[in-house]
């Protein structure tokens, strides 16, 4: 079996970019997406300051989360480790954008120039309109790979099978070969070289790996990571290092997760209700409505919204397709109970809602590339938050209508208010235990006192209130539900578009060329202060 890796030596790049150019020559890339970059790590303070010029790119994963999450399968794996992009499935999702932990995904939805606006003839010849709306990456340059296993050349000798970066390389940083192959340039490499993957803690086992130092040297003693986020005297100073906040994942990927939610927690308590009240249809359309709203933003998010029943095509793997089939039988399903006013065929619409509102909260927890979606955390705080919001907007409901159930509906919002911040509150303390990006914990910081008193301390005093005063029940249980549904969707809506910084980029050494010492690991932008 054959495995294509990667090799960087730090101790050899010189940051001269030439492996960029290289790169978007041979693919014809444009001036927005870099599928091989070269990051710029500069630390300490002077006389004492390292330098490290670190490339990175797609890393071709052993085990690519981009691919499991993929729900048309446009993103395949091939049997030779290569990650590919099928660019006529592809509808612009950008799901694996999100899951990749090494920011190595591009979606472009319109052409972009190194001028502006003016195409040089060039760009105008080479352009390739079906990367647009989609994803794309590097690909390893596999159209020379297969060239020279066709012509009996090998990849990663001769220039002619081997990926355009590493044939431009003019310090000799970058190598290529198959691992797998004892007797291989890169794994003769790798026993001589001490090494080591960025990420590996992730468990995604990529194929691109960064050398440092002979192997029979000294090894330089372990060092926790220096974790640092401003450009202050003798801190890190770093280009595009830090994580950064996804821009794929707008308000409309939001409210999905928004309208969904609650729409699910919606028609839960309505099919609980029937048991014991009728005419509950308005509650249960309303509900059915909300959710196929969420599922409709996302039309107007995806590149190729054309292609959008492409998502029905990969539920043995992606959470978004298992999302898709479930809502198949859900909406049928619901407007049959609601139709014959049926409190079983109500229930079992409910179950069906619920596990819809868990492929939700499986989609975040399946990006591994933004550290607050992947922590395990993140799944009872979906699944509360949905069915607490649920309750808020039965509860204003029936105090509207002022049903006889709206007292107990009442008690049950304040318990799951609670339930709510309880979660919200483990959540967080998983997120500090784990490590997450700085300014992820600065937005929660500042979201935290708003959710604490609108999200339970306000319903829990107008329930109260509305118990003990008669005549300003129905106002104030309204007002109540109104609050637990709004710091829910806010919650969501802060979740997905302004916390969602994306993994960054780290480093377990930093080499130091010619005489000195290896430098600590360096993981910029990065906080292990409890939230």
């Not at 290289?22 to 330098?51: F, M």
């Not at 048309?72 to 091939?78: E, K």
């Not at 992947?374 to 309750?391: D, F, K, N």
Request: proline share 6%; charged share 15%.
């Amino acid at each position: 079996m054959t495995r294509w890796v990667t090799i960087a030596d730090l101790e050899r790049c010189v940051g001269c970019q030439t492996c960029t150019v290289a790169c978007r020559h041979a693919n014809a890339t444009s001036p927005a997406v870099q599928w091989r970059k070269v990051l710029d790590i500069e630390a300490g303070s002077y006389p004492n300051v390292s330098r490290t010029f670190v490339p990175v790119g797609c890393q071709h994963c052993a085990d690519p989360p981009c691919m499991h999450v993929c729900p048309t399968t446009a993103t395949r794996q091939r049997a030779d480790g290569i990650v590919t992009i099928d660019y006529e499935l592809c509808i612009g999702c950008a799901y694996c954008e999100v899951a990749c932990p090494y920011q190595a995904r591009f979606l472009e939805h319109t052409p972009h120039f190194a001028y502006g606006g003016a195409a040089m003839p060039n760009e105008i010849e080479r352009a390739d309109m079906s990367r647009m709306g989609v994803a794309q990456k590097c690909t390893y340059c596999s159209d020379r790979i297969d060239f020279g296993i066709e012509n009996g050349v090998a990849p990663g000798i001769d220039a002619r099978a081997t990926p355009a970066c590493v044939n431009s390389c003019i310090a000799d940083a970058l190598h290529f070969g198959d691992i797998e192959n004892p007797d291989s340039n890169v794994s003769r490499l790798l026993r001589e070289q001490r090494h080591f993957r960025m990420h590996e803690e992730i468990g995604t086992e990529p194929s691109f790996y960064y050398v440092y130092g002979r192997a029979d040297e000294m090894p330089v003693a372990p060092s926790d990571p220096v974790f640092a986020s401003s450009m202050g005297a003798g801190e890190l100073r770093t280009r595009g290092v830090e994580p950064s906040l996804q821009k794929h994942w707008d308000w409309k990927a939001a409210g999905n997760f928004v309208c969904g939610g609650a729409g699910i927690g919606l028609f839960a308590f309505t099919a609980l209700a029937s048991f014991w009240q009728s005419s509950l249809a308005a509650p249960g359309w309303i509900a059915m409505a909300l959710v196929a709203a969420g599922l409709l933003l996302l039309l107007f998010k995806i590149g190729r919204p054309w292609r959008s029943l492409y998502v029905m095509l990969q539920p043995r793997r992606s959470w978004m397709t298992r999302e898709a089939w479930v809502a198949a039988v859900f909406f049928p399903l619901g407007a049959l109970a609601i139709w014959f006013a049926s409190p079983a065929l109500m229930l079992a619409a409910a179950v069906t809602g619920l596990l819809f509102l868990f492929c939700q909260a499986m989609i975040l927890r399946a990006a591994k590339g933004i550290p607050a979606w992947r922590i395990p955390a993140v799944v009872p705080l979906i699944i509360v938050t949905g069915i607490a919001e649920g309750s808020g907007l039965f509860l204003a409901a029936t105090a509207l209508m002022q049903a006889p159930l709206a007292a107990v509906v009442a008690v049950a919002a304040v318990i799951l208010a609670v339930l709510r911040f309880w979660t919200w509150r483990s959540y967080l303390a998983a997120l500090a235990n784990e490590g997450a990006p700085t300014r992820m914990f600065a937005v929660f910081d500042a979201f935290k006192p708003w959710f604490f008193l609108i999200g339970l301390a306000l319903p829990a005093a107008l329930i109260a209130f509305g118990f003990f005063s008669a005549s300003a029940t129905t106002a104030a249980f309204a007002l109540a539900g109104l609050c637990i549904a709004f710091t829910g969707s806010a919650l969501k809506l802060i979740l997905v578009t302004r916390a969602s910084f994306n993994q960054g980029f780290a480093l377990e050494h930093t080499p130091v060329r010619g005489s000195g010492l290896a430098g600590p690991a360096v993981k910029p932008g990065w906080s292990t202060i409890k939230a």
